[in-house]
Structure formats: structure tokens, C-alpha cells
């Protein structure tokens, strides 16, 4: 019974290359109560491994958050396996807007202690106790409510590159940062405000918008199904696009165009830019934003010492790694002392206080 991949990353991808399959991109989420993680997650991935499934897929005793692709001709057998599953029957599908069939090269079933890791012990807090669903029609009006404080759940290298209009965007590397920062400073308007709230697919915002009404906010929503899925909304019933930028995704595509707006700038000279990448150099992996021209100017690397040491011989470069562990930077998601033109929104709820609230 095999329960790991047998094939490496580039070998998937030419086996994708050869099969000339279109694959669809999708990515779901179920808070539900999972006794044994275990056996559910060598059930997921026996049955989706059959089904060439690739992705990224977390179990925990919470529920499940699956990112994934599958080739579209199997894509009916993939929802009807999961519609065996009670607590997946019938869930809610995110179809990507953007497909690439090499945006996942290996299934990856993993068991978390959470679908989404947010810091907290308190087990007082009921997470299935969420706030309003909403779709993009009523998204819409909430967002132009001046009695509504719209906030981003996202990390500040997803919203750099794209945000809703007016959303407050907090500064942090984590949604566990997010949680007590939004509460504090929202902690004066717990009764008089609404508090709406949205994220890529929804899952974050679901177990923010259970928190913040465990800490006392009287009237908090969520955009249903996310970005992904306002999206598909207001394309179907030609409403308007509120959302500006690029949505940034967890894959190989790193982001979704949803308007034509660029709102972002090269970390390394200022100019318009909204793609983000890997500084070429493997022993730091910074992920930052880099326009063309930087990008053939300093060889996709985020420094001149990374571009020096990128320019040797690979040999010569794991030599250099050996026993030195990691760099720092490659944890990191666009914050780094030398890159100039980092947009710092460390501020974001002075200004929020100042001029909305």
C-alpha cells in the first residue's frame, strides 16, 4: 500500500508534459470534528492518488484545507469521492481563475494540529460559531457602508500585491499575528461597527469571524468563498470589481490578475511592479517583488552578494551552504534591510483611527 509520492518533482512535471492533459486548479475547506487523522488522511490520499491528483492538502482534528489540481477529465470522479465523505458532501469547490498545469508536482496529505495555525489555547472558543456569510453583491454594499471597518485576513505580501478598495491591510507575516492586532484595535467598536473580513478561499476569515465574535463583536461578516469565488460572482452577474491588483495564490502561478490596476512597486527600484519571486540564490529563497528590468539587471537574485554567489559553480555553492543551515531570509516573504522599496503598512490602523473610525 503505497502512501508517499514515487516520482520527483521533475519528473511529475514531465510525465504532466507528456500527458497534454488539461488540469484544473481548485482549493476547498471543512471545519468539522476528525477523530482520526490518520486513517483519514491515508484514505484521502489512496483514493486521490488514483485519481492523479496533485496539491497540498492539511488534516487536522479541525477539519481539512486542500489546495490542489486534478486533470479535468477526472474532475467528476474527484467531486463524487468526495460527496461519500458526510462532512464534504456537496462542500463548496474554488475554482481557480487561472489554471497551470504544473501548479502542484506531488500530492502532499499532511496532518496538522490545524487547518490554519492560529496561536491559540483557548478551548472556551467554538470555531463552527462563525459570522455572516455574504456574497459579492452584499459584499459590495457592506464595503461602501461608512459603518463598516473592512479588513484584509491576509499576510502583507498577499495584500501588497492586491486588496479590496478601502480594506485595512495589517502589517504581519502571520494570520496569528492578525487575530489580537485586529482585536485591539477595533476593541472601542465591538457593538457599533461591522466588521467584514475576507481572504483568499474564505477558510481564514471563517475561524476570524468565530474569534472575533468569541471576543465580543456583535456583527461580524465574511466574504463566502473568498477572493477566488467574488470573482466568479460578480463576472456571472456583472456586478462591480471592488478588488484591485493580483490575488496572490499558494502555488506555482504565486497570483491571479483580477484588475488591471498595479498597485505594488519593485522592492529593489521603486517602479510599478506586482510579481513576486525567488531570489535565484538557493541558500536564501527571498520571496520579493522584482519588475524586468531588475530582474535581468541583478539575474533574479535579490542582492549583489546573492548574484555573486549564484554566478559559482554549483559545487562551489554547496560548499559555501554546508553546515551554515538556512538563511534567515528564506522564511521570509518580502522583508529584508536591503530592499529599498518594501511598502511598510506598520500604520495602517493610526491611519484606519484617524481617518475612518
Same mark, same amino acid.
Given at each position: 500500500?503505497?502512501?508517499?509520492?514515487n516520482?520527483?518533482?521533475?519528473?511529475?512535471?514531465?510525465?504532466?508534459?507528456?500527458?497534454?492533459?488539461?488540469r484544473?486548479?481548485?482549493?476547498?475547506?471543512?471545519?468539522?470534528?476528525?477523530?482520526?487523522?490518520?486513517?483519514?488522511?491515508? /484514505?484521502?490520499?489512496?483514493?486521490?492518488?488514483?485519481?492523479?491528483v496533485?496539491?497540498?492538502?492539511?488534516?487536522? $482534528?479541525?477539519?481539512?484545507?486542500?489546495?490542489?489540481?486534478?486533470?479535468?477529465?477526472?474532475?467528476?470522479?474527484?467531486?463524487? /469521492?468526495?460527496?461519500t465523505?458526510?462532512?464534504? !458532501?456537496?462542500?463548496?469547490?474554488?475554482?481557480?481563475?487561472?489554471?497551470?498545469?504544473?501548479?502542484? *508536482?506531488?500530492?502532499?496529505?499532511?496532518?496538522?494540529?490545524?487547518?490554519?495555525a492560529d496561536?491559540?489555547?483557548d478551548?472556551?472558543?467554538?470555531?463552527?460559531?462563525?459570522?455572516?456569510?455574504?456574497?459579492?453583491?452584499?459584499?459590495?454594499e457592506?464595503?461602501?457602508? %461608512?459603518?463598516?471597518v473592512?479588513?484584509?485576513?491576509?499576510?502583507?505580501?498577499?495584500?501588497?500585491?492586491?486588496?479590496?478598495?478601502?480594506?485595512? $491591510? %495589517?502589517?504581519?507575516?502571520?494570520?496569528?499575528e492578525s487575530?489580537?492586532l485586529? !482585536?485591539e484595535? *477595533?476593541?472601542?467598536?465591538?457593538?457599533?461597527?461591522? *466588521?467584514?473580513?475576507?481572504? $483568499?478561499?474564505?477558510?481564514?476569515?471563517?475561524k476570524?469571524?468565530?474569534?472575533?465574535?468569541?471576543?465580543?463583536?456583535?456583527?461580524?461578516?465574511?466574504?463566502?468563498g473568498?477572493i477566488?469565488?467574488?470573482?466568479?460572482?460578480?463576472?456571472?452577474?456583472?456586478?462591480?470589481?471592488?478588488?484591485?491588483?493580483?490575488?496572490?495564490?499558494?502555488? !506555482?502561478?504565486?497570483? !491571479?490578475?483580477?484588475?488591471?490596476?498595479?498597485?505594488?512597486?519593485?522592492?529593489?527600484?521603486?517602479? %510599478?511592479?506586482?510579481l513576486?519571486?525567488?531570489?535565484?540564490?538557493?541558500?536564501c529563497h527571498?520571496?520579493?517583488?522584482?519588475?524586468?528590468?531588475?530582474?535581468?539587471?541583478?539575474?533574479?537574485c535579490?542582492?549583489?552578494?546573492?548574484?555573486?554567489?549564484?554566478?559559482?559553480?554549483?559545487?562551489?555553492?554547496?560548499?559555501?551552504?554546508?553546515?551554515?543551515?538556512?538563511?534567515? @531570509?528564506i522564511?521570509?516573504k518580502?522583508?529584508?534591510?536591503?530592499?529599498?522599496?518594501?511598502? @511598510?503598512?506598520?500604520n495602517?490602523?493610526?491611519? *484606519?483611527?484617524t481617518?475612518?473610525i
Amino acid at each position: 500500500m503505497q502512501l508517499y509520492n514515487n516520482l520527483s518533482a521533475k519528473e511529475r512535471a514531465e510525465l504532466i508534459e507528456q500527458a497534454g492533459k488539461e488540469r484544473l486548479t481548485i482549493s476547498f475547506y471543512k471545519y468539522a470534528k476528525i477523530n482520526n487523522t490518520e486513517i483519514f488522511r491515508n /484514505h484521502l490520499f489512496l483514493a486521490w492518488d488514483q485519481l492523479e491528483v496533485l496539491g497540498r492538502i492539511y488534516v487536522a $482534528t479541525e477539519g481539512i484545507n486542500a489546495q490542489l489540481s486534478v486533470p479535468a477529465e477526472n474532475f467528476e470522479a474527484f467531486k463524487n /469521492h468526495l460527496d461519500t465523505i458526510s462532512f464534504l !458532501e456537496n462542500v463548496r469547490l474554488n475554482i481557480a481563475i487561472e489554471h497551470n498545469n504544473f501548479a502542484f *508536482l506531488k500530492l502532499k496529505v499532511k496532518v496538522r494540529k490545524k487547518i490554519v495555525a492560529d496561536g491559540l489555547n483557548d478551548e472556551t472558543f467554538d470555531v463552527t460559531n462563525k459570522g455572516v456569510h455574504v456574497n459579492a453583491k452584499k459584499f459590495n454594499e457592506l464595503i461602501e457602508d %461608512p459603518n463598516t471597518v473592512l479588513v484584509d485576513m491576509r499576510n502583507h505580501y498577499e495584500s501588497e500585491i492586491g486588496h479590496f478598495k478601502n480594506a485595512v $491591510t %495589517p502589517d504581519v507575516d502571520t494570520f496569528r499575528e492578525s487575530l489580537d492586532l485586529i !482585536e485591539e484595535d *477595533l476593541r472601542e467598536h465591538k457593538e457599533d461597527k461591522k *466588521l467584514v473580513m475576507y481572504c $483568499t478561499g474564505g477558510i481564514r476569515c471563517e475561524k476570524a469571524s468565530a474569534y472575533y465574535k468569541h471576543k465580543g463583536f456583535k456583527n461580524v461578516f465574511q466574504l463566502e468563498g473568498g477572493i477566488i469565488n467574488y470573482v466568479r460572482q460578480i463576472e456571472a452577474e456583472g456586478l462591480e470589481n471592488k478588488f484591485l491588483g493580483k490575488n496572490f495564490v499558494f502555488d !506555482e502561478r504565486r497570483s !491571479e490578475r483580477i484588475s488591471d490596476d498595479v498597485i505594488a512597486n519593485c522592492h529593489q527600484c521603486g517602479e %510599478p511592479a506586482d510579481l513576486h519571486t525567488n531570489c535565484a540564490n538557493e541558500a536564501c529563497h527571498l520571496l520579493f517583488i522584482q519588475c524586468d528590468s531588475c530582474k535581468e539587471k541583478m539575474e533574479n537574485c535579490c542582492s549583489t552578494n546573492c548574484m555573486e554567489i549564484n554566478r559559482l559553480p554549483y559545487e562551489e555553492q554547496k560548499a559555501l551552504r554546508k553546515g551554515q543551515g538556512n538563511s534567515n @531570509d528564506i522564511f521570509k516573504k518580502g522583508r529584508a534591510d536591503h530592499l529599498p522599496y518594501k511598502k @511598510d503598512l506598520r500604520n495602517i490602523f493610526e491611519t *484606519l483611527k484617524t481617518d475612518k473610525i
